[in-house]
Protein backbone atom coordinates (compact mmCIF):
# COMPACT_ATOMS: atom_id res chain seq x y z
CA UNK A 1 0.00 0.00 0.00
CA UNK A 2 1.48 3.30 -0.71
CA UNK A 3 -0.80 6.71 0.10
CA UNK A 4 -4.33 5.80 -1.18
CA UNK A 5 -3.13 2.55 -3.27
CA UNK A 6 -3.48 -0.69 -2.33
CA UNK A 7 -2.31 -4.07 -4.06
CA UNK A 8 -2.84 -7.59 -3.45
CA UNK A 9 0.48 -9.07 -4.46
CA UNK A 10 0.10 -11.74 -7.13
CA UNK A 11 3.89 -12.24 -7.75
CA UNK A 12 7.30 -11.79 -6.45
CA UNK A 13 10.81 -12.77 -6.78
CA UNK A 14 13.77 -13.50 -4.68
CA UNK A 15 17.73 -12.53 -5.00
CA UNK A 16 20.37 -13.49 -2.76
CA UNK A 17 22.60 -10.82 -2.64
CA UNK A 18 26.24 -11.42 -2.76
CA UNK A 19 25.58 -15.68 -3.52
CA UNK A 20 23.91 -14.62 -6.20
CA UNK A 21 24.65 -13.54 -9.87
CA UNK A 22 21.81 -12.14 -10.77
CA UNK A 23 21.49 -9.94 -7.69
CA UNK A 24 22.77 -5.78 -7.47
CA UNK A 25 24.61 -7.03 -4.26
CA UNK A 26 26.28 -10.01 -6.45
CA UNK A 27 29.74 -7.76 -6.51
CA UNK A 28 29.00 -6.36 -3.19
CA UNK A 29 27.89 -3.12 -1.32
CA UNK A 30 27.60 0.36 -3.25
CA UNK A 31 25.76 3.13 -2.93
CA UNK A 32 22.93 2.02 -4.84
CA UNK A 33 22.72 -1.10 -3.19
CA UNK A 34 23.16 -0.12 0.42
CA UNK A 35 19.38 -0.79 1.36
CA UNK A 36 19.70 -4.51 0.28
CA UNK A 37 22.12 -4.98 3.18
CA UNK A 38 19.66 -4.36 5.80
CA UNK A 39 17.25 -3.87 8.10
CA UNK A 40 15.77 -6.19 6.62
CA UNK A 41 11.59 -5.20 5.91
CA UNK A 42 12.81 -1.93 4.27
CA UNK A 43 12.51 -1.10 0.66
CA UNK A 44 15.02 -1.23 -1.84
CA UNK A 45 14.21 0.81 -4.74
CA UNK A 46 16.21 0.99 -7.87
CA UNK A 47 15.97 2.87 -10.95
CA UNK A 48 16.37 0.93 -14.46
CA UNK A 49 16.82 1.71 -18.20
CA UNK A 50 16.78 4.98 -17.64
CA UNK A 51 13.16 5.09 -16.97
CA UNK A 52 11.72 2.79 -14.56
CA UNK A 53 11.74 2.22 -10.84
CA UNK A 54 11.57 -1.20 -9.34
CA UNK A 55 10.59 -1.96 -5.57
CA UNK A 56 12.43 -4.72 -3.17
CA UNK A 57 11.52 -5.78 -0.22
CA UNK A 58 15.33 -6.49 1.82
CA UNK A 59 14.56 -9.79 3.77
CA UNK A 60 17.80 -10.89 4.91
CA UNK A 61 19.57 -9.83 8.01
CA UNK A 62 21.14 -6.54 8.74
CA UNK A 63 24.90 -6.66 6.74
CA UNK A 64 23.57 -9.33 4.69
CA UNK A 65 22.27 -8.37 1.00
CA UNK A 66 19.41 -10.12 0.23
CA UNK A 67 15.57 -9.39 -0.77
CA UNK A 68 12.24 -9.91 -3.25
CA UNK A 69 11.24 -7.75 -5.90
CA UNK A 70 7.77 -7.05 -6.06
CA UNK A 71 6.84 -7.91 -9.73
CA UNK A 72 2.60 -7.46 -9.91
CA UNK A 73 -0.02 -7.06 -8.57
CA UNK A 74 -3.69 -6.70 -8.31
CA UNK A 75 -4.99 -3.05 -7.42
CA UNK A 76 -7.64 -3.59 -4.58
CA UNK A 77 -8.34 -0.26 -3.70
CA UNK A 78 -7.59 3.45 -5.27
CA UNK A 79 -7.58 2.52 -8.94
CA UNK A 80 -8.86 5.59 -9.63
CA UNK A 81 -5.70 6.73 -8.59
CA UNK A 82 -3.11 4.29 -10.14
CA UNK A 83 -5.52 4.43 -13.59
CA UNK A 84 -4.36 8.27 -13.18
CA UNK A 85 -1.09 7.05 -12.96
CA UNK A 86 -1.13 4.72 -15.37
CA UNK A 87 -3.70 6.33 -18.39
CA UNK A 88 -4.96 3.72 -20.74
CA UNK A 89 -4.15 0.44 -19.15
CA UNK A 90 -6.31 -1.86 -18.70
CA UNK A 91 -7.37 -3.27 -14.98
CA UNK A 92 -5.21 -6.32 -15.44
CA UNK A 93 -2.11 -4.58 -16.15
CA UNK A 94 -2.11 -1.62 -13.87
CA UNK A 95 0.13 -3.06 -11.84
CA UNK A 96 1.39 -6.04 -14.21
CA UNK A 97 5.04 -5.97 -14.04
CA UNK A 98 7.78 -4.54 -11.67
CA UNK A 99 7.84 -1.00 -12.95
CA UNK A 100 4.18 -0.65 -14.03
CA UNK A 101 3.92 -2.00 -9.98
CA UNK A 102 5.83 1.02 -8.89
CA UNK A 103 4.28 3.27 -11.21
CA UNK A 104 0.54 2.15 -10.05
CA UNK A 105 1.16 2.92 -6.72
CA UNK A 106 3.39 5.80 -7.10
CA UNK A 107 6.29 4.69 -5.61
CA UNK A 108 10.05 6.44 -6.73
CA UNK A 109 13.23 7.28 -5.64
CA UNK A 110 12.06 9.20 -2.44
CA UNK A 111 10.65 5.76 -0.69
CA UNK A 112 15.12 4.41 -0.66
CA UNK A 113 15.57 2.84 2.65
CA UNK A 114 11.90 3.59 4.33
CA UNK A 115 10.13 0.31 6.79
CA UNK A 116 7.32 -1.21 5.02
CA UNK A 117 6.05 -2.68 8.05
CA UNK A 118 5.70 0.13 10.09
CA UNK A 119 1.81 0.44 10.50
CA UNK A 120 1.49 4.23 10.70
CA UNK A 121 3.87 3.80 7.05
CA UNK A 122 2.92 5.72 3.69
CA UNK A 123 4.31 3.05 1.60
CA UNK A 124 3.84 -0.55 3.45
CA UNK A 125 3.55 -3.87 3.33
CA UNK A 126 0.48 -5.65 5.11
CA UNK A 127 -0.36 -9.16 5.54
CA UNK A 128 -3.47 -10.30 3.67
CA UNK A 129 -6.04 -11.97 6.08
CA UNK A 130 -6.72 -14.64 2.59
CA UNK A 131 -3.21 -15.65 2.42
CA UNK A 132 -3.25 -18.82 -0.44
CA UNK A 133 -2.22 -21.76 0.69
CA UNK A 134 0.81 -23.50 -1.35
CA UNK A 135 -0.72 -25.16 -3.70
CA UNK A 136 -2.25 -22.18 -5.43
CA UNK A 137 1.36 -20.80 -5.93
CA UNK A 138 3.62 -21.52 -8.70
CA UNK A 139 7.38 -21.14 -9.17
CA UNK A 140 9.88 -20.61 -11.68
CA UNK A 141 12.57 -19.52 -13.77
CA UNK A 142 12.90 -15.68 -12.86
CA UNK A 143 12.92 -12.89 -15.82
CA UNK A 144 14.79 -11.17 -17.47
CA UNK A 145 17.95 -11.91 -15.71
CA UNK A 146 20.88 -13.47 -17.46
CA UNK A 147 22.67 -15.58 -14.76
CA UNK A 148 21.04 -18.26 -12.85
CA UNK A 149 17.40 -17.57 -14.44
CA UNK A 150 16.62 -20.97 -13.60
CA UNK A 151 16.47 -20.55 -10.58
CA UNK A 152 13.10 -21.26 -9.41
CA UNK A 153 12.62 -18.30 -6.89
CA UNK A 154 9.57 -16.73 -8.95
CA UNK A 155 6.49 -17.55 -7.30
CA UNK A 156 2.97 -16.16 -8.56
CA UNK A 157 -0.65 -16.85 -7.69
CA UNK A 158 -1.24 -19.75 -10.40
CA UNK A 159 -3.72 -18.61 -12.99
CA UNK A 160 -3.72 -14.99 -12.05
CA UNK A 161 -4.70 -12.75 -14.90
CA UNK A 162 -2.71 -9.65 -13.18
CA UNK A 163 0.95 -12.36 -12.92
CA UNK A 164 3.31 -10.84 -15.90
CA UNK A 165 4.27 -12.83 -18.83
CA UNK A 166 7.80 -15.24 -18.23
CA UNK A 167 10.30 -13.36 -20.71
CA UNK A 168 14.03 -14.59 -20.35
CA UNK A 169 16.38 -12.31 -20.59
CA UNK A 170 17.66 -10.89 -24.28
CA UNK A 171 21.39 -11.10 -24.48
CA UNK A 172 22.72 -7.60 -25.59
CA UNK A 173 24.41 -7.51 -28.39
CA UNK A 174 27.99 -5.56 -28.16
Do not use: I
Not at 106 to 122: C, F, I, K, R, T
Not at 127 to 145: F, K, Q
Amino acid sequence: MHGEVRLRLTEVEAYDGERDPASHAWRGRTARNAAMFGPRGHAYVYFTYGMHYCLNVVTGDEGTASGVLLRAGEVVAGTEVARARRPGAPPRDLARGPARLTKALGVDANQYGVPLLDPAGELRLERAGDTPGPELVSSGPRVGVSREAERPWRFWLTGDPTVSPYRPAVKRRR
